[in-house]
């Protein structure tokens, strides 16, 4: 599913319009992308949780070359699902 899919199934689920859902759907986004930039978590009971994580830096190396490459920290995105997205991926099956 692509985002102009959900957007769709959005105003069909909430019967709005599809330039309301896009809206709706554009400020989650945003919002979410802000508050895990601010370094804080966005918690959606049932759902799941996006956060943020520390990767520490490391050495790797380059395929083409085997160069030895320091590769710096840096925080990343993570979603964990909550039990009820879990249950209902699980009882698909």
Same mark, same amino acid.
């Given at each position: 599913?692509?985002?102009? #899919? &959900?957007? #769709?199934?959005? !105003? $069909?689920?909430?019967?709005?319009?599809? =330039?309301? =859902?896009?809206?709706? &759907?554009? !400020?989650?986004? #945003?919002?979410?992308? $802000?508050? &895990?930039?601010?370094?804080? /978590?966005?918690?959606?009971?049932?759902?799941?949780?996006?956060?943020? /994580?520390?990767?520490? !830096?490391?050495?790797?190396?380059?395929?083409?070359?085997? #160069?030895a490459v320091e590769i710096p920290a840096k925080r990343v995105p993570s979603f964990t699902a909550g039990n009820t997205l879990k249950e209902a991926v699980q009882s698909d099956?």
């Amino acid at each position: 599913m692509n985002k102009q #899919e &959900l957007i #769709e199934i959005i !105003a $069909e689920k909430s019967h709005t319009t599809k =330039s309301d =859902s896009k809206k709706m &759907l554009d !400020a989650f986004l #945003e919002t979410v992308t $802000e508050t &895990l930039a601010q370094g804080d /978590s966005v918690q959606l009971v049932g759902f799941g949780t996006f956060k943020t /994580s520390e990767r520490n !830096a490391r050495s790797g190396r380059n395929p083409r070359t085997g #160069e030895a490459v320091e590769i710096p920290a840096k925080r990343v995105p993570s979603f964990t699902a909550g039990n009820t997205l879990k249950e209902a991926v699980q009882s698909d099956k």
